[in-house]
């Protein structure tokens, strides 16, 4: 995990708190995900091994397959990594957050109030295909991702193993957001921490 000072430290200073305070043994947990929907005929989710993974296409992966998790929403602050275990380098996957229209079969980022953050080519989409900009650096199998949400900001922001890459969108909707992951690929596999059980970060 990259929950660790820096990260923290970065936190802290968003919302004006001293960023010298003093932690021990930061380390994020990793409850056992619930995901509350998912492209099921794409994608399977592991609760135990907190992984969620694209099928391969002879067991029937069509993209873009979506996983949706159902965050706490009336936290101050969200933070929540994603290892990529299996899959290329770039990786075809887009990380992100929006709100939840009942569909999943999209990229987040490509549909109205979603953000999302592709792995291709480290670019961010903010609602649709025409907001695409550049934004930080390819990712894929080896990197950890960390998407910050400040619901008071209304901003969400990136970490790529543990290196803060900046606000990628403002104006976000505040409530009912939901953490979202898509799958462009076959045979991708992400290990989850979401620590979003409505506790703070154990320090």
Same mark, same amino acid.
């Given at each position: 995990?990259?929950?660790? #000072?820096?990260?923290?430290? !970065?936190? *802290?200073?968003?919302?004006?708190? &001293?960023?010298?305070? #003093? ?7 990793? =409850?056992?995900? &619930? ?25 029937? !992966? ?9 965050? #706490? ?18 990786? @075809?996957?887009? *990380? ?46 080896? &990197? #950890? ?7 008071? !900001? ?16 403002? @104006? ?23 620590? &979003?059980?409505?506790? =703070?970060?154990?320090?």
């Amino acid at each position: 995990s990259y929950g660790q #000072t820096h990260i923290l430290k !970065f936190l *802290l200073y968003e919302v004006g708190l &001293d960023v010298n305070q #003093t932690c021990q043994g930061q380390q994020l947990l990793r =409850p056992a995900i &619930d995901f509350k929907q998912w492209h099921r005929y794409s994608l399977s989710v592991d609760p135990e091994a907190n992984t969620v993974s694209s099928l391969s296409l002879e067991e029937g !992966f069509t993209a873009p397959a979506l996983a949706v998790h159902e965050m #706490t929403n009336d936290r101050l602050l969200s933070y929540m990594e994603f290892e990529i275990l299996e899959g290329g380098h770039p990786c @075809n996957i887009t *990380l992100g957050q929006g709100v939840d229209n009942g569909r999943y079969d999209y990229m987040p980022g490509s549909f109205p109030e979603t953000v999302g953050l592709s792995g291709v080519d480290g670019c961010c989409l903010t609602g649709a295909q025409s907001t695409i900009s550049q934004y930080g650096p390819k990712f894929g199998k080896g &990197d #950890t991702i960390g998407i910050i949400y400040n619901p008071a !900001f209304a901003t969400i922001s990136y970490t790529r193993n543990g290196h803060h890459l900046g606000t990628a969108a403002r @104006n976000v909707q505040p409530g009912k957001q939901v953490t979202m992951i898509g799958f462009g690929a076959p045979g991708v596999k992400v290990e989850v921490n979401l620590k &979003d059980d409505g506790k =703070p970060f154990e320090c």
